[in-house]
Every structure is written in structure tokens, then in C-alpha cells.
């Protein structure tokens, strides 16, 4: 009776394996996981005893098929449990960190964002009524970023009124520079730090200004295989690790650029520090776009009444008539733009054998530029009188600066020139970027003699340079403030040194005051209806 019945299991079996062998053929179509071909060979032994045993009614079939398919799939499972299992951790890490990694980065980007936007939001408005407001709040800024990304240094860089370059506005750590020191610098720290302060990064130079122009974030993990970053070395302090450069960018335009470094011993910045930084970055620009609105107002209604006031004092430090000069013909002019008050020129005649000519550019607006322009005045002309050559004046002024910490922004570009009408022989030094330009009429050249270095009130121990040029009858010194060779056109291009030398070189036969005029009303031209931000001076000295 019970055989009878025998073959409603080993049919019910049938299907079942025939069930297990379409789900494994699933599996392996469908890659959901690693499905050995061991098993399908094991399932269709199997499958063929049972209908043998069916077919015959002899369950030695059965026993056979059973005992085959154990064989072939136990040395399968003996190097599944058997087996090194390294294959498999390594294989599962990297899916893991990447798995943490994301979802870091998630939370980086949504849980964080708003916190970080409250934070600066609440930091700036405590900040709306101080004097320093800005420098208080990009220096939070900057503790923030450093705090978050672990940064062995930090600095935030805004781009100039005009955009053309960036300049350093908070800087702490140890930031190796990562653009090439000029050759004359000494590698000491504090020269190096001093450098990197008051560098004006051109948005064409650096990964400060690729950064600010392509508006793109910048992540650098190895600085040695980057050729963006320059090696200056072989000083320790100089040594570049790893870099993060984030654009501070406001309704769509970068204003510019927060910067992290992290010395080379140390492991580079990861893909969650870059995050970290660009959301920190992002929440500082929205608290910023409201900060620099209103310090803007602010600074628009003070400088119109204080600038008005030093624009007046301004005019009696510049020499109301031009002095006669025994063999020279002078040629100058000064523009003032509305509320500056950089721009000083000066003529000393001391003695016979020696006249001083000065051509100073002031940093900062209003009292503060006047402040520091009536303290250079003063220092030039107690020394003038004694034998001391341009050079040495210079840095008995830079001295003098570098020790007034009552006025903010002491700085100052200046050409000083010392002429001896009696021999024709010229010493002149320079501080900051005014050129010095000469025209020799023997080889109807001009050539600039000047060399651009650190400006006054920078650095006590900067070194200047004596340059001397003999010169003869047709000759012509020339020097200018960057206001000049700066001036926008309408479609934003700078006049250039090079045009200023052309104009010199085509008029060069006429007197020194027809070729002031002549290059006036070439700027002029360049210019057209577009408005300009800085006061713009010339100076000539045509030998007779």
C-alpha cells in the first residue's frame, strides 16, 4: 500500500529541483550573486536519478545520484569554509569606505550647510557696527575652515575693487607659498610671510588667481606632482604638501578665494575635507554679500565728506608752480579721482648740485592715505639736505613707517630721483611698483630702469637699490603711478607701460611739458567715457 504511493514524493522532488535549477539559471542571468556551475551539475545528477528510480521503481538510482552529486559538491564547500579569506576583506573595504565616505559627504552637504549659513550669518551682524568688521569676520572665517579641514595654515584672499587681482586678507599657520618667490628675496619666514601678505595675485598667476578666474573648487592632494604649485625649497618651511582652493563667490561673480595648505609629512586633504571646505566657503559668502553691502554704504557716505576734506589738503603738499631748472625742461600732472587722495608728487631743489624728485603712490582712501603721504613729506624733507643717497633715504622712511601702528595700511610705491643738473648724473631708487623709465635719444630707445620690489612700511629690513645713469642732452626720465598705466578703456583693457613708452619715444623732440600733455591726452583717448578708480601722476625730465 505504501509503495503503492511511492512516487508522489520523487515526483513532488522533480519538481522541486527542476524548481531550485530555473532559480539558480535566475541568478545567474540576473548577476544578483556568484552561483558555482558545481551546483547546476549536482542539481541535473540529482534530477536524473529521480526519474531512473521513477521509471525502474530501483532506488539504487537514487542512492547513486545522491551519492555522486555529494562527491562533486563537497570539494566545492571544503574551499568555501577552508579558504583565505584576505580576498574578500579587501574586496568588502574599499566598498565600505566608500559606502562611509558618501554618506559623510551627504551629511556634509545637507545636515551642515544650514548650521554653517546660521553660524556666519549671526557672526556677521554681530560684526555690522565695528570699525574692523571685515577683518574680524574673515578672521572667524578663517578659524572655522582651519577647525573643520584640520589645516596646518589658512588664507582668504578678496579680489581688488576692479577684479584685476587678489590680495591677502587673514593668514594664519604655516601656508608654504605656492607661487615662485622673486630671486632677491631672502628665504627667511618672516620675509617670505611678509611678501605673501601684500602680493597682488594677477587672476592670470598662481592657483589663487586659476581658482578665482575659472571659479572652480581645487583640491590637491600631492603638491610635488602638480605643476600648478611651484617648489621655491629647499628650506623646510618652503616645502608644499597638500592644497585646497575655494572660490568665494557671490550672486554668481568671485570676489575671492579661501586657501588651505597641510604640510607634506602629513597625509593630504581627503574628498571630505574638500567638502567641508566648499560648504564652509559657500555659507561665509552669503554672510558676506550682506557685510560688504553695508560696509560699502558705510564706506561710499564717509569717504565723500573725508575725502573732500583731504583732497584739499592734498592740493597743498603738490607744488602749485613748476620750478625753472637751469638744463632741464619738467613736464607733470596729477588727475584725482573723487575721494582718493593717493597720488603725491614732490620737487626739492636742495643746492646747486642736487634736486630731489619724488612720484608716490599711498595706499588706502581719505585721512588714512593723506595721514601717511604728509609723514613721507616730512621724513624726505629733513633728509634732504644731507649727503645720503636715494636708497638710504628710503629705508630711513621705511623705518620710520614700519614703526607707526597708530594708521592703518602705512604703505606706499615711491620713486625717488636725485638729479645733478651740473654733471647730468642720475641716482635714483624705488620702493613698491612706480616705474622709472628712460629715453636715450642716442639710440632712440626706451627702457624702463627701475625694478619692482616691497613697498614702504612692509618690512623694516627691506634693502634698496641705488641705480645710477648718466645722462645726456635729448635724454628723458619718466615716472608715473600705476593709476596711469592702469586706466580701463571701455572694454576694460589697461593702458600699459608699453604705450606710455611709445608716446614718449614719438614726441621725444618736443619740451617736457608738451610731452606731459601729449601722453594726457593719449590716456585720454584710451579711456574714453569709462570711469576710473585711482589717481593717475606723471612726471617728465627732458635734458636740454
Given at each position: 500500500?505504501?509503495?503503492?504511493?511511492?512516487?508522489?514524493?520523487?515526483?513532488?522532488?522533480?519538481?522541486?529541483?527542476?524548481?531550485?535549477?530555473v532559480l539558480l539559471a535566475v541568478i545567474r542571468y540576473r548577476n544578483t550573486a556568484k552561483a558555482s556551475f558545481v551546483l547546476y551539475i549536482a542539481l541535473g545528477i540529482l534530477f536524473a536519478g529521480l526519474i531512473?528510480?521513477?521509471?525502474?521503481?530501483?532506488?539504487?538510482?537514487?542512492?547513486?545520484?545522491?551519492?555522486?552529486?555529494?562527491?562533486?559538491?563537497?570539494?566545492?564547500?571544503?574551499?568555501?569554509?577552508?579558504?583565505?579569506?584576505?580576498?574578500?576583506?579587501?574586496?568588502?573595504?574599499?566598498?565600505?569606505?566608500v559606502e562611509a565616505e558618501r554618506d559623510s559627504l551627504a551629511t556634509i552637504s545637507y545636515e551642515k550647510k544650514f548650521d554653517a549659513n546660521e553660524d556666519f550669518a549671526t557672526k556677521a551682524a554681530e560684526l555690522?557696527?565695528?570699525?574692523?568688521?571685515?577683518?574680524?569676520?574673515?578672521?572667524?572665517?578663517?578659524?572655522?575652515?582651519?577647525?573643520?579641514?584640520?589645516?596646518?595654515?589658512?588664507?582668504?584672499?578678496?579680489?581688488?575693487?576692479?577684479?584685476?587681482?587678489?590680495?591677502?586678507?587673514?593668514?594664519?599657520?604655516?601656508?608654504?607659498?605656492?607661487?615662485?618667490?622673486?630671486?632677491?628675496?631672502?628665504?627667511?619666514?618672516?620675509?617670505?610671510?611678509?611678501?605673501?601678505?601684500?602680493?597682488?595675485?594677477?587672476?592670470?598667476?598662481?592657483?589663487?588667481?586659476?581658482?578665482?578666474?575659472?571659479?572652480?573648487?581645487?583640491?590637491?592632494?600631492?603638491?610635488?606632482?602638480?605643476?600648478?604649485?611651484?617648489?621655491?625649497?629647499?628650506?623646510?618651511?618652503?616645502?608644499?604638501?597638500?592644497?585646497?582652493?575655494?572660490?568665494?563667490?557671490?550672486?554668481?561673480?568671485?570676489?575671492?578665494?579661501?586657501?588651505?595648505?597641510?604640510?607634506?609629512?602629513?597625509?593630504?586633504?581627503?574628498?571630505?575635507?574638500?567638502?567641508?571646505?566648499?560648504?564652509?566657503?559657500?555659507?561665509?559668502?552669503?554672510?558676506?554679500?550682506?557685510?560688504?553691502?553695508?560696509?560699502?554704504?558705510?564706506?561710499?557716505?564717509?569717504?565723500?565728506?573725508?575725502?573732500?576734506?583731504?583732497?584739499?589738503?592734498?592740493?597743498?603738499?603738490?607744488?602749485?608752480?613748476?620750478?625753472?631748472?637751469?638744463?632741464?625742461?619738467?613736464?607733470?600732472?596729477?588727475?584725482?579721482?573723487?575721494?582718493?587722495?593717493?597720488?603725491?608728487?614732490?620737487?626739492?631743489?636742495?643746492?646747486?648740485?642736487?634736486?630731489?624728485?619724488?612720484?608716490?603712490?599711498?595706499?588706502?582712501?581719505?585721512?588714512?592715505?593723506?595721514?601717511?603721504?604728509?609723514?613721507?613729506?616730512?621724513?624726505?624733507?629733513?633728509?634732504?639736505?644731507?649727503?645720503?643717497?636715494?636708497?638710504?633715504?628710503?629705508?630711513?622712511?621705511?623705518?620710520?613707517?614700519?614703526?607707526?601702528?597708530?594708521?592703518?595700511?602705512?604703505?606706499?610705491?615711491?620713486?625717488?630721483?636725485?638729479?645733478?643738473?651740473?654733471?647730468?648724473?642720475?641716482?635714483?631708487?624705488?620702493?613698491?611698483?612706480?616705474?622709472?623709465?628712460?629715453?636715450?635719444?642716442?639710440?632712440?630707445?626706451?627702457?624702463?630702469?627701475?625694478?619692482?620690489?616691497?613697498?614702504?612700511?612692509?618690512?623694516?629690513?627691506?634693502?634698496?637699490?641705488?641705480?645710477?645713469?648718466?645722462?645726456?642732452?635729448?635724454?628723458?626720465?619718466?615716472?608715473?603711478?600705476?593709476?596711469?598705466?592702469?586706466?580701463?578703456?571701455?572694454?576694460?583693457?589697461?593702458?600699459?607701460?608699453?604705450?606710455?613708452?611709445?608716446?614718449?619715444?614719438?614726441?621725444?623732440?618736443?619740451?617736457?611739458?608738451?610731452?606731459?600733455?601729449?601722453?594726457?591726452?593719449?590716456?585720454?583717448?584710451?579711456?574714453?567715457?569709462?570711469?576710473?578708480?585711482?589717481?593717475?601722476?606723471?612726471?617728465?625730465?627732458?635734458?636740454?
Amino acid at each position: 500500500m505504501i509503495d503503492s504511493f511511492v512516487h508522489i514524493p520523487i515526483i513532488a522532488a522533480e519538481v522541486l529541483l527542476a524548481v531550485l535549477f530555473v532559480l539558480l539559471a535566475v541568478i545567474r542571468y540576473r548577476n544578483t550573486a556568484k552561483a558555482s556551475f558545481v551546483l547546476y551539475i549536482a542539481l541535473g545528477i540529482l534530477f536524473a536519478g529521480l526519474i531512473y528510480t521513477l521509471r525502474f521503481s530501483r532506488s539504487v538510482y537514487l542512492v547513486i545520484a545522491m551519492l555522486a552529486a555529494e562527491l562533486l559538491v563537497l570539494p566545492y564547500f571544503i574551499i568555501l569554509s577552508f579558504g583565505f579569506p584576505r580576498k574578500r576583506e579587501k574586496k568588502e573595504k574599499p566598498e565600505t569606505h566608500v559606502e562611509a565616505e558618501r554618506d559623510s559627504l551627504a551629511t556634509i552637504s545637507y545636515e551642515k550647510k544650514f548650521d554653517a549659513n546660521e553660524d556666519f550669518a549671526t557672526k556677521a551682524a554681530e560684526l555690522f557696527s565695528l570699525d574692523n568688521s571685515l577683518s574680524q569676520f574673515l578672521d572667524y572665517f578663517n578659524a572655522k575652515l582651519t577647525e573643520a579641514t584640520k589645516a596646518d595654515g589658512c588664507v582668504i584672499l578678496l579680489s581688488d575693487e576692479f577684479d584685476n587681482f587678489l590680495t591677502v586678507r587673514s593668514m594664519t599657520g604655516s601656508f608654504p607659498s605656492p607661487y615662485r618667490l622673486p630671486d632677491t628675496l631672502p628665504h627667511k619666514p618672516v620675509r617670505v610671510e611678509a611678501n605673501f601678505r601684500y602680493m597682488q595675485f594677477q587672476l592670470s598667476d598662481t592657483i589663487f588667481g586659476e581658482t578665482a578666474s575659472s571659479g572652480e573648487a581645487v583640491l590637491i592632494k600631492d603638491a610635488s606632482r602638480d605643476p600648478r604649485i611651484y617648489q621655491n625649497g629647499p628650506e623646510d618651511f618652503l616645502a608644499c604638501g597638500s592644497y585646497i582652493c575655494v572660490p568665494i563667490r557671490i550672486q554668481g561673480r568671485t570676489v575671492g578665494v579661501s586657501a588651505l595648505s597641510r604640510a607634506p609629512k602629513k597625509e593630504g586633504f581627503s574628498e571630505i575635507d574638500f567638502e567641508r571646505a566648499k560648504t564652509l566657503t559657500d555659507a561665509a559668502a552669503s554672510a558676506l554679500r550682506s557685510l560688504l553691502s553695508f560696509l560699502d554704504y558705510s564706506e561710499k557716505r564717509s569717504l565723500t565728506e573725508e575725502g573732500n576734506t583731504a583732497a584739499k589738503f592734498q592740493k597743498k603738499l603738490i607744488p602749485e608752480k613748476i620750478p625753472e631748472m637751469l638744463g632741464v625742461s619738467l613736464g607733470v600732472w596729477s588727475v584725482q579721482n573723487e575721494n582718493v587722495c593717493g597720488d603725491y608728487y614732490d620737487i626739492v631743489p636742495v643746492k646747486k648740485d642736487r634736486t630731489l624728485f619724488v612720484m608716490a603712490d599711498v595706499v588706502g582712501k581719505g585721512m588714512n592715505s593723506f595721514s601717511v603721504m604728509v609723514m613721507i613729506r616730512t621724513m624726505l624733507r629733513m633728509i634732504a639736505a644731507t649727503p645720503q643717497s636715494p636708497a638710504a633715504i628710503l629705508k630711513w622712511i621705511n623705518r620710520g613707517l614700519c614703526a607707526e601702528t597708530a594708521i592703518e595700511d602705512h604703505f606706499a610705491s615711491i620713486a625717488l630721483i636725485d638729479y645733478n643738473p651740473l654733471t647730468r648724473k642720475t641716482q635714483l631708487s624705488t620702493s613698491g611698483i612706480n616705474p622709472v623709465l628712460v629715453y636715450k635719444a642716442k639710440t632712440d630707445e626706451v627702457s624702463q630702469l627701475s625694478k619692482q620690489n616691497e613697498p614702504l612700511g612692509v618690512e623694516k629690513t627691506s634693502v634698496f637699490e641705488d641705480i645710477t645713469v648718466q645722462l645726456q642732452s635729448g635724454d628723458i626720465l619718466v615716472s608715473c603711478t600705476d593709476g596711469l598705466l592702469e586706466s580701463l578703456s571701455e572694454s576694460g583693457v589697461q593702458y600699459s607701460a608699453a604705450r606710455l613708452m611709445q608716446v614718449i619715444k614719438t614726441n621725444h623732440e618736443l619740451s617736457g611739458a608738451d610731452i606731459a600733455e601729449r601722453v594726457k591726452a593719449d590716456v585720454q583717448l584710451h579711456s574714453g567715457t569709462a570711469q576710473q578708480y585711482d589717481d593717475q601722476s606723471l612726471l617728465i625730465i627732458k635734458i636740454r
